[in-house]
């Protein structure tokens, strides 16, 4: 694990106060399936026969280590789409308490480095929309963009993160030789808003210009908007469904996120 792209992730790592290392072995597949329950709950979880495969054809995962203990992994294997091969990171996760401290970067930028020792300089994953915080480490934090979306990507999910939320996405297009800008700028028309101090959501326009940047907010924090109004965080995802669903089909990408949690297209 040499090279300048290694001490990108090795120096995030030490900021994050933890140690990387490839989980190769049988037990560190357990360790995975710790993780995994901190994270998500007892559910359809990866089988441990899974894991040790993806050990095994060179999608190996890469863990996070304070002293002896994995806190943290970070999971993916080779794809193929229309631009040819690319890497799916499936999972990022790290145990409840120690998340928001950089662990999560520093495995995003190991999977970086093992994806470019490997040739691959596209990685793709999803997330929830409505996430702002996932936002903006994606498109501020690494640089990646999205160029695609999916209204209930998944179906239905049983993990405690999930149920009971129509499973709708964004596929991530992280590409790895593009150095991240920081924030977006709040300047373009807006498709979508907040209204009022409950925060409800307002389509402001009709029909998508040509040749100018989309602003798209979310809520600030949707998981707490939810738990206060149930309903409102269901108005919020049908909102959101429908303008994004609506600028993709203009051929819109995403492609920059603000400290005010909103969505810039073009």
């Known amino acids: 694990m040499q090279g300048e792209h290694w001490d990108r ?4 790592a030490a900021v994050a106060g933890v140690g990387l290392r490839p989980l190769v072995t049988l037990e560190q597949a357990d360790l995975i399936t710790e993780v995994m329950i901190a994270t998500w709950g007892e559910h359809q979880l990866l089988p441990r026969e899974v894991l040790r495969a993806l050990q095994e054809s060179g999608n190996i ?3 996070a280590f304070d002293g002896q203990d994995m806190v943290g992994y970070v999971l993916g294997f080779a794809g193929v789409d229309r631009e040819g091969l690319h890497m799916h990171s ?3 996760a790290v145990r409840p308490g120690l998340r928001h401290k950089g662990i999560g970067y520093a495995l995003k930028l ?5 994806a470019l020792d490997q040739g691959i300089t596209i990685v793709r994953w999803t997330f929830d929309p409505l996430v702002s915080r996932n936002a903006y480490f994606n498109m501020a934090k690494l640089g990646a963009r999205c160029d695609r979306f999916g209204r209930s990507f998944y179906g239905e999910m049983t993990d405690a993160l999930n149920r009971g939320e129509r499973s709708d996405r964004l596929v991530v297009r992280w590409d790895l030789e593009r150095e991240p800008t920081g924030p ?4 373009g028309l807006e498709a979508l808003g ?3 101090p409950k925060d409800l959501p307002k389509p402001a326009v009709r029909e998508l210009p040509a ?4 602003l798209v907010r979310i809520p600030r924090e949707y998981a707490d908007l939810k738990e206060r109004d149930a309903g409102l965080g269901e108005a919020w995802r049908d909102a959101l469904a429908d303008v994004l669903d609506a600028c993709f089909e203009a051929g819109l990408v995403v492609t920059g996120f603000t400290t005010d949690s909103t969505y810039v297209l073009s």
Do not use: K, W
């Open 9 to 12: 992730a090795h120096s995030a």
């Open 61 to 63: 995962p890469f863990g």
């Open 90 to 92: 499936h999972m990022l």
């Open 110 to 114: 190991a999977q970086r480095a093992q």
């Open 184 to 187: 977006a700028r709040s300047e």
């Open 194 to 196: 907040r209204e009022g």
């Open 211 to 214: 040749g100018r940047p989309v």
